[in-house]
């Protein structure tokens, strides 16, 4: 009895061997699947026609059960071409069909919903697509480039298919979903980010809610900002000027208000001679390294963050960031200050760095005291030491927006000049000045225009020249410096004196402000 059981199950092994012969050494016997071929002699779709579905849960089954490790790397060309293949197979040799698809819409429809992320595949790598928001497994929205959004009819099968598909997601950037880690944050490819949360975060019957942002789809370059609105000429070439010759900048902004995007075009425009040194938390949405002839022609270190419940293997912005130090960067880029990082990145930029960073913020002037709250998580010093550091750290603020007809616009660039006497001059540089604002039927019409409202204060021209920067470059940048000298009582500079309060607390605003004309 035992020999007769111990025969049945070589049997068994040779036939599966069998078919991963006939699959991967003889693919030429397996015709691909068209409709041309949707009746032959091998496969009657008439007979054992079933709902999408229910050919889903037995193929995947199936497959799952004799070629998991090859649906778990199903991103590369050769896998994805075997897979299909055993689908093909299995459809054909159990003859399956579904009513309304052909052979070849079957298996690719099959492939993309085991080893890929369902329908969701086609919006995730699809061009002009910016965000992709799961407010649960039958409510999903696309928001493309051109800030319209769109609430798609496709969802999920269930809260389960929800759940199974984000899974896969996540595998990607080696994470786990579950009860134990209801909330993730990971990334499909370099530019691709997730943040997701299950059960029990949100109710049973939503499944799963998930914001999938594709960071800069059209790899925007200076022209699209211009031809967009989003600034001027003028304006990007100044910010890009700035870290060219050392002047750290920081873009501000609520989310989705286009700040990583301007911050990346930025480092596009650093040379090949400066070493850069990046620092993201969780997932990557730079990629600076430059080819040329297969040849890497900048200096670039890309650096993630690493969540850990162990407190010795986390590895946060503030670590990364004391160690971009001693790798000896002339540009540090910090993707987004969220905490304590704050004071390591404007000790850094104090200290001959020029440190490029985004924070979330309501206004330029709102962004220094912003990274003065932020720099508190770090040490307790009085507001308004953390406000003399931070805006000697920082001296240009761009602040972004995405206004109410989806466009996105650099709404205001403002420097912080400092007085020998301590005081500080918020000024104005640029500004987009709003001249209609009305709803046509239920869109918004907004139009304006940016201006200069000053130019640079002597003290940051000096440091240009200091820096290295050619003269020509400065007399462009200064130009128009007497026409704006006479005009300034129609734009005022906002001059702040910082109090030196040492028994001064974080509820207490320690700055007297005055709006003065300069003369």
């Known amino acids: 009895m035992k020999s007769k059981k111990r025969k049945q199950r070589t ?21 691909p699947m068209n409709a041309a071929h949707n009746h032959n002699l091998f496969f009657a779709p008439n007979n054992n026609s079933k709902d999408f579905g229910t050919v889903l849960r037995e193929v995947q089954e199936y497959i799952s059960s004799k070629y998991s490790t090859l649906i778990l790397n199903g991103g590369k060309d050769e896998v994805k071409t075997q897979v299909k293949r055993y689908i093909s197979k299995y459809l054909m040799d159990c ?53 319209t959004t769109v609430k798609l009819d496709e969802h999920f099968d269930s809260p389960e298919h929800a759940i199974n598909v984000i899974r896969r997601m996540l595998h990607v950037s080696g994470m786990v979903l579950d009860n134990a880690s209801p909330a993730i944050l990971g990334h499909l490819s370099k530019n691709i ?75 596009t425009t650093i040379p090949d001679n400066k070493r850069i040194f990046t620092i993201e938390n969780g997932s990557r949405e730079l990629a600076l390294v430059r080819k040329k002839d297969g040849k890497v022609v900048n200096s670039v270190i890309h650096t993630l963050t690493r969540s850990s419940d162990n407190e010795k293997q986390n590895i946060d912005q503030d670590m990364l960031l004391d160690m971009a130090l001693r790798f000896n960067p002339e540009v540090i880029c910090v993707g987004e200050m969220r905490s304590a990082e704050a004071y390591t ?41 953390l406000m003399s550091l931070v805006t000697e750290a920082f001296p240009i603020v761009v602040f972004t927006k995405q206004l109410e007809n989806k466009q996105r616009k650099i709404m205001e660039i403002m420097e912080c000049e400092i007085l020998p006497d301590g005081t500080r001059n918020f000024r104005t ?28 204060s002597k003290s940051l021209q000096k440091r240009f020249l200091e820096n290295g920067m050619p003269q020509e470059t400065l007399k462009k940048i200064t130009k128009g410096q007497d026409d704006l000298a006479q005009n300034l009582s129609a734009a005022p500079i906002l001059r702040t004196e910082i109090l030196h309060n040492s028994s001064s607390s974080s509820s207490e605003l320690n700055e007297k402000k005055e709006e003065v004309i300069e003369k």
């Open 11 to 31: 049997l068994e092994k040779f036939q599966v061997r069998s078919a991963e012969v006939l699959a991967v050494e003889s693919p030429q016997t397996i015709r």
């Open 193 to 267: 980010r997730i943040a997701v949360l299950k059960t029990p975060l949100v109710d049973e019957d939503v499944g799963v809610a998930a914001s999938i942002r594709i960071v800069n789809p059209q790899n925007m370059e200076k022209a699209d900002f211009v031809k967009g609105g989003t600034a001027t000429d003028e304006m990007l070439d100044f910010l890009a000027e700035c870290l060219r010759y050392g002047i750290s900048v920081c873009v501000a902004g609520a989310t989705s208000s286009g700040k990583t995007t301007v911050a990346g075009w930025l480092l």
């Open 345 to 385: 990145a404007q000790e850094s930029a104090r200290t001959g760095h020029t440190v490029l960073t985004t924070i979330h913020s309501n206004s330029c002037e709102a962004t220094w005291r912003r990274m003065a709250t932020l720099c508190k998580r770090k040490y307790d010093i009085a507001d308004d030491t």
């Open 95 to 147: 003859r399956i069909a579904v009513k309304g698809m052909t052979d070849q819409q079957l298996v690719d429809a099959l492939y993309t919903e085991m080893a890929e992320f369902s329908f969701l595949t086609k919006y995730i790598f699809g061009a002009g697509i910016e965000e992709i928001d799961i407010n649960a497994w039958n409510d999903i929205e696309v928001q493309y480039s051109n800030g």
């Open 429 to 456: 540089l640029y500004r987009f000045h709003i001249t209609e604002s009305r709803m046509e039927g239920d869109r918004f019409i907004i139009s304006g225009s940016h201006r200069k409202e000053n130019t640079i």
